[in-house]
């Protein structure tokens, strides 16, 4: 049965540690997953990137090559554990029905509901009315990845790197502000001679906190979001905090950085010049002396083919027999890779209550079926 072979992959896939930060066992995992796409009868491609990076593009031998190239993507390399599992992070653990082990959810999910589609589809017969390749990369985590994500062509392609809360068609941008609060260095024996950069900082993060909530209510896209939020707003944190030199010196910089969520309604290199303008009004009012330096990194993005979305949209509504929303990311996505060469949507078992890059992940095995039902009907689908 289905499940069994879920849990039979995801505990092989997961018992492998392949800690994106060190390329652990990489070549080692490749060569299991492509052992198994062999096995279910299916074509194996290796792609070794100039990183020496290893990547597997694995097709169904049966497909017709001038149908619609879908891509589906996942990922094989995994965070880190870091500390405090109930648990070996990467001896898999079923209970409940769930899979517990690091990348049992972000993103080996993926690449067993890929696996075990193609191979359902080549078992029973089926006649596939796509292309589709199961892209299943590796340096995703440490954005090793993002040159090969980048030479990938197709003509739809599917993230199996989400959450199943809806069908996800784009994701939030993000921009970076760096800012220098100056103040006067001195011995803090003599407070009176200097001018205490951390209490300066402090008056800025202050009214970052009191922008940030205000920017969360007014700035908001016309698309929902998976979870908490209704409509995905634009979000700001002050995330980094750095200063004082010496427990005896009154500090004379502090700095700060400041992380912005764009929607895809917005630049995020605008987004990062609004946020330089408001504190510079800012610190000029209260006469803080600041320097800054602010980039948009990624912009929001959006799949604006409405006939694309829409199919995706009705197969999982013919899964799932309810109503099915659209929602944006409220990270980032690989969609981002490739947004601009063709539509892309999204859709996984990652769920948000799932730890994925926190401690004890695990996944919802029905979740991955819920998946390989979603990956299956759209190779059964024309577009
Ligand atoms: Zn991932």
């Given at each position: 049965?289905?499940e069994?072979?879920?849990?039979?992959?995801?505990?092989?896939?997961?018992?492998?540690?392949t800690?994106s930060?060190?390329?652990?066992?990489?070549?080692k995992m490749v060569?299991?997953?492509?052992?198994?796409?062999?096995?279910f009868?299916?074509?194996?491609?290796k792609?070794?990137d100039?990183?020496k990076i290893p990547?597997?593009?694995?097709?169904?031998p049966?497909a017709?090559?001038?149908?619609k190239?879908i891509i589906f993507?996942?990922?094989?390399?995994v965070v880190?554990p870091?500390?405090?599992?109930?648990?070996?992070?990467?001896t898999?653990?079923?209970?409940?029905?769930?899979?517990?082990g690091?990348?049992?959810?972000?993103d080996?999910?993926g690449i067993?509901?890929?696996?075990?589609?193609?191979?359902?589809?080549?078992?029973?017969?089926?006649?596939p009315?796509?292309y589709?390749?199961?892209?299943?990369?590796g340096?995703?985590e440490?954005g090793?990845?993002?040159d090969?994500?980048?030479e990938?062509?197709?003509?739809?392609?599917?993230?199996?790197d989400?959450?199943?809360?809806?069908?996800?068609i784009?994701a939030?941008?993000?921009a970076?502000i760096r800012v220098?609060?100056?103040?006067?260095?001195a011995?803090?024996?003599y407070p009176?001679?200097?001018?205490n950069?951390?209490?300066?900082?402090s008056?800025l993060?202050?009214?970052?906190?009191?922008?940030?909530e205000e920017?969360?209510?007014t700035?908001?896209?016309?698309?929902?979001?998976?979870?908490?939020?209704?409509?995905?707003?634009?979000?700001?944190?002050?995330?980094?905090?750095?200063?004082?030199v010496?427990p005896?010196i009154?500090?004379?910089?502090c700095?700060?950085?400041?992380?912005?969520?764009?929607?895809?309604?917005?630049?995020?290199e605008?987004?990062?010049?609004?946020?330089?303008?408001v504190?510079?009004?800012?610190?000029?009012k209260?006469?803080?002396?600041v320097?800054l330096d602010?980039r948009?990194?990624?912009?929001?993005?959006?799949?604006?083919?409405?006939?694309?979305?829409?199919?995706f949209?009705?197969?999982?509504?013919?899964?799932?027999?309810?109503?099915?929303r659209?929602?944006?990311?409220l990270?980032?996505?690989?969609?981002v890779?490739?947004?601009?060469?063709m539509?892309?949507?999204?859709?996984?078992?990652?769920?948000s209550e799932?730890n994925i890059h926190?401690?004890?992940?695990?996944v919802?095995?029905?979740d991955?079926i819920?998946?390989?039902?979603?990956v299956k009907?759209?190779?059964?689908?024309?577009?």
């Open positions: 049965m289905c069994k072979l879920v849990v039979e992959l995801l505990k092989e896939f997961v018992s492998i540690d800690t930060t060190e390329r652990k066992n990489f070549d060569e299991v997953i492509s052992q198994r796409a062999r096995e009868g299916l074509v194996v491609k792609i070794v100039k990183k990547h597997l593009i694995i097709s169904l049966n017709p090559k001038n149908a190239k993507l996942t990922h094989y390399d880190p870091g500390e405090g599992w109930s648990f070996d992070p990467f898999p653990i079923v209970k409940e029905g769930k899979v517990y690091r990348g049992a959810s972000d080996k999910s067993v509901a890929g696996l075990i589609a193609f191979k359902e589809v080549l078992d029973n017969g089926l006649v009315k796509v589709p390749e199961l892209i299943v990369a340096g995703e440490t090793e990845s993002v090969f994500f980048k990938i062509m197709g003509d739809i392609a599917v993230v199996l989400v959450g199943p809360e809806g069908l996800s784009g939030s941008g993000v970076r220098r609060v100056k103040g006067r260095q011995h803090s024996a009176f001679k200097g001018k950069a951390i209490y300066e900082a008056k993060i202050n009214f970052l906190r009191k922008y940030a920017l969360e209510k700035r908001v896209s016309q698309y929902a979001a998976p979870e908490h939020y209704e409509k995905l707003p634009a979000r700001l944190s002050v995330t980094m905090i750095k200063g004082g010496a005896n009154i500090p004379g910089e700095e700060l950085i400041i992380d912005r969520r764009t929607i895809p309604e917005e630049d995020a605008e987004a990062a010049r609004e946020i330089q303008r504190i510079l009004d800012f610190a000029h209260e006469g803080v002396d320097e602010a948009g990194l990624i912009n929001g993005w959006v799949t604006k083919d409405e006939k694309i979305v829409m199919k949209k009705k197969i999982l509504e013919d899964i799932l027999g309810k109503e099915v659209l929602v944006v990311e990270g980032g996505t690989d969609g890779h490739l947004i601009d060469r539509p892309v949507g999204q859709f996984g078992a990652l769920r799932n926190g401690i004890d992940e695990f919802y095995i029905k991955v819920l998946v390989k039902d979603f009907r759209v190779i059964l689908t024309e577009f």
